[in-house]
């Protein structure tokens, strides 16, 4: 294995703001290329957010939402974005419990990840706990769920069928794999 | 396990166009909630794309390449947009040999995601050769790579330290030592 990073690097010469939203900005940066040409870049600015692989039991805690983006209801494990300032810890806690009603006696986070690093700045911090009591079931106004809990088994078959299609999720059910295979999740070298 | 989608829809009322860009574009809709209720949803479009867990002699090959979303360099496995009318099995192999100079003597999809569902239609079909050729190297014009090719523990080592931190290539990782430990990939149940 080498690795090296020198002349890949592209610098920032102009920066357009595009649109501000709820959720994410819109701006175009002008760069400059290694080979000393300019281009653009289109990227999504995003407050980053916290999602957690919750086992209760042996199954997994799952959330059936609507997605606009896809046109359908997914299955996702429960996420949400970070408030303003919010430490992702206390994000991961105050998600779990407001989608499904269940309180991390202890949890940790496995890593985190960029989603889409070709266009979006959005970083999810990925939790587990398998240690949970009854919280407070405490969705946003403008959030419907449903809560489902499955075993692997069922997982893998959600994610066969499409009922499971995101990254964190998928990402999570295999996590949950290599923990039940090596009693490790993958990426907690402790 | 049990699932019901109903009173979780949101109705499309109107959409919003923003921004039409080379890579994305961006609207909001502003949607029904169950509760009749309206709001708004940013919703970027992007054409979709394809990333390839490329296997060589034990090794996963990486593409070192700068990210403008996140401001320095990433090791990813090999991955582009998907071209207008394009096939996603024809766009893994190409991009795999326009990245890595290698071509796939044959190739097959594990699955697709979505990356962001939240704000974003962006799917990734992943795809997984072992069987591997010399090829034409011939990255874009505004692309500048470099290949690696790395262990599985170096991949886990490389995830730890924050050198590979998308979810489309810690997701390969993944799914590799899945086929280490069990032949399989995890979600090709066939």
């Known amino acids: 294995m080498s690795s090296s990073s020198n002349k890949l690097e592209e610098v920032t010469i102009a920066t357009q703001p595009i649109f501000t939203g709820k959720v994410i900005s819109l701006q175009v940066d002008t760069v400059q290329l290694p080979n000393g ?14 999602a957690v692989l919750a086992i209760k039991d042996g199954r997994m805690l799952l959330v059936d939402q609507y997605r606009q983006a896809m046109g359908r209801t997914e299955l996702e494990i429960p996420a949400g974005k970070l408030e303003a300032g919010e430490d992702p810890l206390d994000a991961a806690k105050r998600e779990l419990e407001e989608e499904t009603g269940y309180r991390p006696r202890s949890i940790r986070r496995l890593h ?6 070709g266009f979006a700045d959005e970083i999810i911090h990925l939790y587990v706990t398998e240690d949970l009591e009854e919280g407070q079931y ?38 949950w794999q290599l923990y039940h295979l090596t009693g490790k999740f993958g990426y907690d070298n402790e």
Chains 1, 2 share one sequence.
Do not use: C
């Open 37 to 50: 040409k300019t281009s653009t870049r289109e990227i999504v600015k995003h407050p980053g957010a916290v």
């Open 112 to 117: 985190s990840f960029y989603t889409s690093p």
């Open 138 to 175: 405490a969705p946003d106004e403008d959030e419907f769920l449903h809560n489902i809990e499955v075993t692997l088994d069922e997982a893998w078959d959600l994610i066969a069928n499409g009922r499971i299609s995101d990254a964190k999720t998928i990402m999570a059910v295999q996590a």
